[in-house]
C-alpha cells in the first residue's frame, strides 16, 4: 500500500514531517522518503531504501541538517518517491498511493503523443510516480491535471504535490479507496492519510476529502478547488487490516470495529450451533487481536495469548516481498507461551486468511506446542479476488487464493458461477468451503465472517465500501 504525510506553515515543520512520515510505517517497508521546501534553497530531496531499517533511522541525519516550512514524506511499498519534477509547471514533488493497471497504455499514449521518455528502473519498468506526473503535466494548470490523471488511471491514486512556492495540494483518489484528512494548529496545516499521525504532532481534525476532491493547503487556508465526487467507495480492508489501531476513516475508529466484528462473529457462531467448548479465545497479532477481543467478550470466554510476535526483531507488520521469505520470517517471529498452549482447546481469530500458507504453518505451530485443538476464524469473507486497487494481496492469479483453489477442486470451473454462495457461510455451498479448507489447513472447525455482517462492522452503507476483493463488484 503506502502512506504519505504532509505540512504547510509559518514555522519549521521538518520534525513534523519527520514523525508523522514515520507513524505511516505499517502502510509499507520498501521505501521511504522526503522533500522539504525552503523559501532560499526550494525543495530539497531525499529517498532511501527501509527494507532492512526502519524509515527513522535512514532520516535522523537529514532532520538535523535541513529546515523548511512545508513538505511532504511518504512510505512507499512500491516505487521510489517522492520525486522531483521540472515541467511546464515548475519545479514540483510528488507522491501516489494506489494502483494504475493500465500502466503500459497510458506510458505509450504518453511516448506517442510526446516523442519524450521515462527514466527506466530496472526490468525496464516506469516509476508509476513519474507516469502519473506525465499525466498531470499534459494539462495547463495542476488541477486540470490531476483530474486528467485519475480518469485516465484504471486502478486509484490519491496524490499529494509540493509545489515551488512551498504550496500544496492534496488529491482523494476518485472512488476515495484511500483516506486524505486534513489536520490544524495555529501555525499551519498538516495532510495525512492516517489522521493519528497529526494529531500525536499537536494538530486537530479539522477536514476530511471527500471522492476526487483536489484541495490547495497554505498556512492558514485550506481551499477547496474541486468538488467531491458523489460515489464513494473506501477499502474495507482499511478496518479489517491495513489500518492501525487508533485510525478513523469516514468517522469509523478501526479498534472499535474490529470489536464489534469480533462481537458480530461469535454471535453468528452461537446462532447455528457452533461449540463454545474452548479453553481461550486468541487473536493472531497484531490485526487479529481487537477482533479476538470482541469474540471473547461476547461468549464470556477468557482471552489470551498463547504467543508473542517478537518485535525488538521484527517490528514492523510487513515483512519481505518474497513470498517464501516471507512465510519464514512470519513463523520465526511467533514465540510459544507454553503454558497457554499445551493441552488446551484454542480459537483463533485472524484478520484473513489468503493463500493459507501462512495459517498453516501458525497451526502447525500450535500442534508442535502441545495445543489440543485449534479452531480458526477469519474475521473477513474469503477473499475471492485478488485486490486490483489497492494490491492488498500480492496475487498473481485468482487461483492462488485458497478460498478460489478450494471452489475449483469442489467444483471445477462451474464453481465460478456460484462465488457468492461460496462466500456466504449459511449455505451448502459456503459450508462445504469452509469444511474443505479445515481440513486442508488440520484445523477442528473454521469460519469466515459474513459480507453483510462485515458491512455491519464497519457502519456505512454497503454501497460506499469497496468489497470487490470478496465479491468482484466495483
Known sequence: MGGYFGAVSTRDVVMDIFYGTDYHSHLGTKRGGMAIYDEEIGIKREIHNIEHSPFRTKFEDLVTRITGTSGIGCISDTDPQPLMIHSNHGVYSIVIVGVINNEEQLKQQYLDFSGGHFEAMSG????????????????????????????????????????????????????????????????????????????????????????????????????????????????????????????????????????????????????????????????????????????????????????????????????????????????????????LIKGKKLLFVDDSIVRGTQMRETVEFLYENGAEEVHMRSACPPIMYGCKFLNFSRSTSDMDLIARKTILELEGKEGEKYIEEYSDGRTERGKALRQAICEELHLKSLEFQNIDLIIEAIGLDESEVCTYCWNGKE
Not at 486540470?144 to 486509484?156: C, E, H, L, Y
Not at 463454545?276 to 489470551?304: K, L
Open 124 to 339: 525496464g519498468r516506469v516509476n508509476s510516480t513519474e507516469l502519473v506526473a506525465s499525466l498531470i503535466d499534459q494539462k495547463s494548470d495542476f488541477v486540470d491535471g490531476v483530474k486528467f490523471a485519475q480518469k485516465s488511471i484504471k486502478g486509484s491514486c490519491s496524490i499529494l504535490i509540493l509545489k515551488q512556492d512551498g504550496t500544496i495540494l492534496a488529491a482523494r483518489d476518485r472512488m476515495g479507496r484511500t483516506p486524505v484528512l486534513i489536520g490544524k494548529d495555529e501555525y499551519g496545516h498538516s495532510v495525512s492519510f492516517e489522521h493519528f499521525a497529526f494529531e500525536k504532532l499537536g494538530y486537530e481534525t479539522c477536514y476530511e476529502l471527500g471522492p476526487g476532491e483536489i484541495v490547495e493547503v497554505r498556512p492558514k487556508s485550506v481551499r477547496s478547488l474541486a468538488e467531491p465526487l458523489e460515489r464513494k467507495c473506501i477499502c474495507a480492508f482499511l478496518w479489517s487490516y491495513y489500518g492501525y489501531p487508533n485510525s478513523t476513516y469516514e468517522g469509523v475508529n478501526v479498534e472499535t470495529m474490529r470489536n464489534r466484528n469480533g462481537r458480530l462473529m461469535a454471535r453468528f457462531d452461537k446462532e447455528n450451533g457452533k461449540s463454545f467448548d474452548i479453553d481461550y479465545v486468541c487473536g493472531v497479532p497484531d490485526s487479529g487481536i481487537a477482533h479476538a477481543v470482541g469474540y471473547s467478550n461476547e461468549c464470556h470466554i477468557d482471552y489470551a495469548r498463547p504467543f508473542i510476535k517478537y518485535t525488538p526483531t521484527w517490528p514492523r507488520s510487513f515483512m519481505p516481498v518474497n513470498q517464501q521469505e516471507r512465510n519464514r520470517v512470519a513463523k520465526m517471529k511467533l514465540v510459544p507461551v507454553h503454558e
